[in-house]
């Protein structure tokens, strides 16, 4: 895990001004947990976009990334970021790499984070990025992540960035007794952020608003 990414303030539109001036909206739109802005501020976003949109890298917006997926908006990772260490995992399990930027937000908070991802260009980008970071406590599959990854449960939190039209068995089988789940699910014609905790075997929930994600796709491409 590295203490600092200052080699990797740019210039221009990916300088420390333009970070700082991220924080100051994430504080705007309710992000509260000083330690989360600190590593959001800290992390080159830019690094996880094409270099050509680099520039729009500290906009509070989603990106495209290729293979028709976006690198999520800073506001919904640190919000998702804010919700799940309040229960200070240990082990983490993100279902849907995309970029790797979520997963390298959680890697400062955790001792490990299991991410799978079901495109491999993807995949491949993101296990890239880690070693560039030099980022060690992040651990890669690429796979359905519908199935989790149950050789390595039980996970203290288990975080979907993409969309769920339900939450599996077999995923909630791999989530330790009184771990976390935050996942956007589908609800009629509407996403919404949900957070469940597992209490004696079952999942009760408390929702968190309206978000817009990808949705989660079967199998490998």
């Known amino acids: 895990m590295k203490d600092s990414f200052n080699e990797f303030i740019g210039m221009g539109m990916t300088s420390e001004r333009s970070r700082d001036n991220l924080i100051e909206t994430l504080k705007q739109k309710g992000i509260k947990n000083n330690e989360v802005l600190k590593i ?10 094409d ?7 500290y906009d509070n917006t989603a990106l495209p990334i290729g293979s028709n997926q976006t690198i999520s908006q800073p506001l919904i990772v640190a919000k998702m970021t804010e919700l799940l260490i309040s229960k200070n995992p240990k ?27 079901r495109i491999k260009t993807l995949h491949d ?12 406590n992040i651990y890669s599959k690429y796979s359905d992540g519908n ?31 009184n771990g976390v789940l935050l996942a956007p699910v589908c609800v009629g014609s509407k ?28 199998g490998k491409k």
């Open 40 to 49: 959001m501020k800290k992390i080159p976003r830019h690094i996880f976009v």
């Open 51 to 57: 270099e050509a949109i680099s520039d729009q890298a």
């Open 91 to 117: 082990r983490i399990l993100e279902i849907g790499t995309g970029s790797g930027y979520q997963a390298v937000v959680l890697s400062q908070f955790a001792q490990k984070v299991f991410t799978i991802e």
């Open 125 to 136: 980008e993101a296990k890239r990025i880690f070693k560039i970071l030099n980022i060690h």
């Open 147 to 177: 199935n989790g990854w149950p050789e390595k449960a039980c996970f203290d939190a288990i975080i979907y960035t993409a969309a769920a039209n339900t939450i599996s068995t077999s995923i909630s089988l791999q989530l330790c007794d």
């Open 191 to 218: 996403q919404i952020l949900r957070e469940y905790l597992k209490k004696d075997n079952k999942l009760i929930y408390v929702d968190h608003g309206e978000v817009n994600f990808v949705p989660l796709l079967n």
